[in-house]
């Protein structure tokens, strides 16, 4: 059975082909006609069921969606939704860090407490949704360490570990990853709707 990603990220497409095993998992490069989801939500299970949303009617397959950042305890969640253009700029990696990290710049390191926020949802042609978060709690450092993972992973440290998300290998990171706990916590509700149904 064909499931679309509501994505052009390689990246999550492998990620998700390596969950879901036995569907048909395709991304968005195999619909061009389905234009990208504005992310209007404010939290991020409003915007992973706005893309899956669009998706699943845009084609007419079930889709799956996704929508993730980082929060932080002393700034109450934030950059939390805003996390990938909290600089202003969308995908400003460099520029996200600094800012985050200038915000927090008087705060002591031991309140330094974060998490990754991940929610997954799932929609189908019918309209029916389901929706799953995963997280992954640590904590930020003032120095950037790393060069593998994206985003805000130079400077947060998982709890129990003393390596960044960037010092992670990918394998490392997808075991533990908020990403990854979303995407396995939806594996049974696709398998239920998509196969025990059917």
Known sequence: MK????????GKIAELRRILAGFDIVGLEEFPEIED?????VTFEENALLKAVAVAQGSGLPAVADDS????????????????????RHGADEANIDLLLAQVGDVP???????????????LPTGETRAVEGTLPGRLIRERRGSHGFGYDPIFV???GSRTAAELSPEEKDAISHRGRAFRALDPIVRELLVTRA
């Open 37 to 41: 989801v504005v992310e209007t939500g």
């Open 109 to 123: 390191d031991a309140l330094l407490t974060a998490h990754f926020a991940c929610t997954a949802a799932l929609a």
């Open 3 to 10: 499931i679309i990603l509501a994505t052009r990220n390689k």
């Open 158 to 160: 998982p709890d129990g």
């Open 69 to 88: 950042g980082l929060c932080v305890d002393v700034l109450n969640g934030m950059p939390g939704v805003f996390s990938a253009r909290w600089a202003g």
